[in-house]
């Protein structure tokens, strides 16, 4: 891996980054509060943004996630490309970092779906003999407004899936990625597929 400057937000993405892989966290703002503790930085210390963070943890995981980083996401893509051909009906969107490789063994793949109720989603998989467990997530907009969704858990072939259950038309209103606070990308079944094929390239 090419130098970095130590110090401030360059050593602290870095630091963050080999504690969301090592220790298997999904939450940057903790990653990033552990870097700057163990760094022994100013509790002040500006924090580097998190898509920073990812694209350190991509870069980690290319050159340390060897073997086992290019089955776990391709094994992940796989999965995500199964679950959204099972759940066609609802329109389904792969979001997240399994689009983006950045992973760890923690991380699940991300769904959006748009069923006319939530519960149907739910008694859908149910009846195809999966263990449901239902919960909700907070999403933040470009406008400020944070609404709160309902989820459907599952696991499959050792894979977690969460799907985050839209209303219908909100297809093209995504929030915000917590990745880089930009909009959350959101992949067809199509565009899942192609990736799921994709090469996935480590040093």
């Given at each position: 891996m090419a130098q970095r400057p130590q110090g401030g937000a360059a050593e602290l993405a870095l630091e963050a980054a080999r504690i969301l892989v090592e220790e298997s966290l999904t939450d940057y703002g903790i990653a990033k509060r552990k870097a700057a503790e163990r760094l022994?930085?100013?509790?002040r210390a500006t924090l580097p943004d998190n898509a920073r963070v990812q694209a350190e943890?991509?870069?980690?995981?290319?050159?340390?996630?060897?073997?086992?980083y290019v089955r776990r996401l391709s094994r992940m893509r796989a999965a995500a490309v199964q679950a959204m051909r099972l759940l066609r009906r609802f329109d389904p969107r792969l979001t997240g970092g399994v689009i983006t490789?950045?992973?760890?063994?923690?991380?699940?793949?991300?769904?959006?779906?748009?069923?006319?109720?939530?519960?149907?989603?739910?008694?859908f998989l149910a009846e195809r003999g999966f263990q449901v467990e239902a919960d909700e997530r907070d999403y933040?907009?470009?406008?400020?407004?944070?609404?709160?969704?309902?989820?459907?858990?599952?696991?499959a072939d050792g894979i977690g899936v969460d799907v985050a259950l839209f209303?219908?038309?909100?297809?093209?209103?995504?929030?915000?990625?917590?990745?880089?606070?930009?909009?959350?990308?959101?992949?067809?079944?199509v565009q899942a597929e192609a990736l799921a094929m994709a090469v996935i390239e480590v040093l």
């Open positions: 022994g930085l100013s509790t943890v991509i870069a980690y995981q290319r050159l340390f996630g060897g073997a086992a490789g950045a992973i760890a063994d923690a991380h699940r793949v991300q769904l959006h779906a748009f069923p006319d109720k939530a519960e149907m989603v739910d008694v933040r907009y470009g406008d400020g407004r944070i609404e709160s969704v309902p989820l459907a858990r599952f696991e209303e219908p038309g909100q297809e093209r209103r995504a929030p915000l990625s917590p990745a880089d606070g930009l909009s959350a990308k959101r992949l067809t079944l």
